[in-house]
């Protein structure tokens, strides 16, 4: 520690506040099975209260049921809650998708491991907790490379700089501290095979910019790897957390998750970046210096009206309701058309202010690409070079 900038390590600490909670929750369930054997004795409909988690309106299971579907969740929410009773009483994880899982004590029951994830989140948003107040933790998916240990609770360390395969996170409550050495950023990528190759060639201490970290969550991210990020961001502001995500709405996408949470799951705590960056690729990255001109046309002359269809059959994308120079602009050959869906989910993004240049013209040039576009170009730690080196200035 001697020499060492004493905002280089951050402490976990046990949080009072979510024992507190924890005890809540224990409470919860247990006044619900109260409640059940009160019915039972009193030969009366047994019901459990849950939320919905689009509308937030609290609904009541009951059994028995009109249907075998409301049969099969009442059964199911009740299996759940004495599972998670016992976990939160005893201390134990309930890990999902592997390990002690829920779905393996009772897989004819339960039918599918999604039916189980989606019993647990409505669960959660019905007592106003994370999983993680239930005991229930994800199987672990993320990676970290680069200059900063893990200090766990155990006593064990996880080394970041030495394992060039990357390091799978843990969870933010066996973390005891973190040492981000001298890292000047962070780079959150998309795609775990781009995160292998920047972190097979050490460009975590290579990069002009600097030294840094590579963080990925595999597509979209889990809430152990959000919550990793969120603390690192909370407790080191000064350093810039990048995202580095295929340019589609589905890119788009996962970087907006990282930045406000996922949609299904709002009730989720500390599990943001509000500030992260995106590095890219954008428009500009793929149509070269014509993009300044589209951009210079964007700011005097309106985008046509958007459709969830391709521009070949819409009248209102005709060529002469797109300024000529946005039509003059070549993308490069690795761009492919935007599907269907790929429209109607870049329409449904629309509605952050911050990006609705870049969907706009995504939707009017029908073009997305993925993030090896700047590498075929080029080379891709160049581009990052410049990049990270810009947003250091």
């Not at 409909?45 to 409301?70: D, H, K, M, Q, Y």
């Not at 819409?314 to 761009?335: F, K, M, T, Y």
Request: with cysteine; charged share 20%; net charge negative.
């Amino acid at each position: 520690m001697d020499g060492q900038p004493i905002n280089d390590v951050v402490a976990f600490t046990e949080n009072a506040a979510r024992n507190a909670q924890i005890g809540t929750v224990i409470s919860r369930i247990e006044d619900i099975l109260e409640a059940i054997v009160d019915s039972l004795s009193e030969n009366r409909v047994l019901t459990i209260p849950l939320r919905n988690r689009r509308s937030g309106n609290e609904n009541l299971i009951r059994f028995p049921a009109n249907t075998c579907a409301e049969v099969k969740r009442f059964t199911c929410v009740l299996q759940v809650l004495h599972i998670c009773h016992e976990a939160l009483v005893s201390g134990h994880d309930l890990i999902l998708n592997n390990g002690r899982n829920i779905y393996y004590q009772n897989p004819d029951l339960f039918g599918s491991q999604q039916y189980v994830d989606n019993l647990v989140d409505d669960i959660a948003f019905t007592f106003g907790v994370g999983r993680d107040a239930l005991n229930i933790v994800a199987a672990y998916k993320g990676l970290v490379a680069g200059g900063a240990t893990i200090e766990l609770k155990n006593g064990s360390t996880l080394d970041c700089h030495s394992d060039s395969n990357g390091v799978l996170i843990p969870h933010a409550e066996v973390i005891r501290r973190v040492n981000i050495g001298e890292a000047k950023w962070i780079l959150v990528i998309e795609k775990e095979a781009t995160f292998r190759g920047l972190a097979a060639s050490r460009y975590f201490e290579t990069s002009a910019a600097g030294p840094g970290i590579l963080v990925t969550g595999k597509g979209y991210p889990d809430l152990i790897t959000r919550q990793f990020l969120h603390k690192l961001h909370s407790a080191f502001p000064q350093v810039p957390i990048n995202a580095l995500v295929d340019f589609d709405p589905s890119g788009i996408d996962i970087m907006l998750t990282y930045k406000r949470g996922s949609r299904s799951l709002g009730h989720e705590e500390n599990v943001t970046v509000p500030e992260i960056l995106w590095l890219g690729p954008q428009s500009s990255d793929l149509l070269g210096n014509s993009r300044r001109d589209a951009s210079a046309a964007h700011s005097s002359q309106p985008l046509p009206t958007l459709a969830a269809t391709p521009p070949s059959s819409q009248g209102s994308l005709s060529s002469h309701s797109i300024p000529s120079c946005v039509l003059s602009v070549n993308p490069l050959e690795v761009s492919s058309h935007l599907t269907t869906l790929d429209r109607r989910k870049a329409i449904n993004l629309l509605n952050d202010m911050g990006l609705v240049h870049e969907l706009q013209l995504m939707l009017i040039l029908n073009i997305k690409a993925e993030i090896q576009a700047v590498d075929d170009a080029g080379n891709l730690t160049h581009w990052l070079d410049e990049k990270l080196s810009d947003i250091r200035h």
